[in-house]
């Protein structure tokens, strides 16, 4: 028997718009979309992640209430991402030390 690979892209589409609005919030993206990954099994590609379908998502993901907060926030539109990864790494420590929180 040999070894099957899968390759999963975790890249967000912001990642090649614009080499100015990639970056760390590319970055970011592509965090949230593995933490999706392992949380599910699913790659982002297979769910809605507009604002009102990532809610619907994180609820049904099974984790914290701040890890779900934090994941829907990295996957959210630039916009609306942390400003910065180490805001980023903060918060999942955050919700590393305190789960219940949101």
């Given at each position: 028997g040999?070894?099957e690979?899968?390759l999963v892209?975790?890249?967000g589409?912001d990642?090649y718009?614009d080499?100015?609005?990639?970056?760390?919030l590319?970055?970011?993206?592509?965090?949230?979309?593995?933490?999706?990954?392992?949380l599910?099994?699913k790659g982002?590609?297979?769910y809605?992640?507009?604002t009102?379908?990532?809610a619907s998502?994180?609820?049904k993901v099974v984790?914290s209430?701040?890890?779900?907060?934090?994941?829907q926030?990295?996957?959210?539109p630039?916009?609306s991402?942390?400003q910065?990864?180490?805001s980023?790494?903060?918060?999942l420590?955050?919700a590393?030390e305190n789960?219940?929180?949101?």
């Amino acid at each position: 028997g040999g070894w099957e690979v899968e390759l999963v892209d975790f890249s967000g589409a912001d990642a090649y718009d614009d080499a100015q609005t990639g970056g760390e919030l590319a970055d970011e993206y592509g965090v949230g979309a593995v933490l999706l990954y392992l949380l599910t099994g699913k790659g982002e590609d297979e769910y809605d992640l507009t604002t009102k379908g990532s809610a619907s998502i994180m609820r049904k993901v099974v984790a914290s209430p701040a890890l779900r907060s934090v994941v829907q926030r990295l996957l959210a539109p630039p916009n609306s991402r942390f400003q910065s990864a180490s805001s980023a790494s903060q918060a999942l420590r955050t919700a590393r030390e305190n789960p219940q929180s949101e």
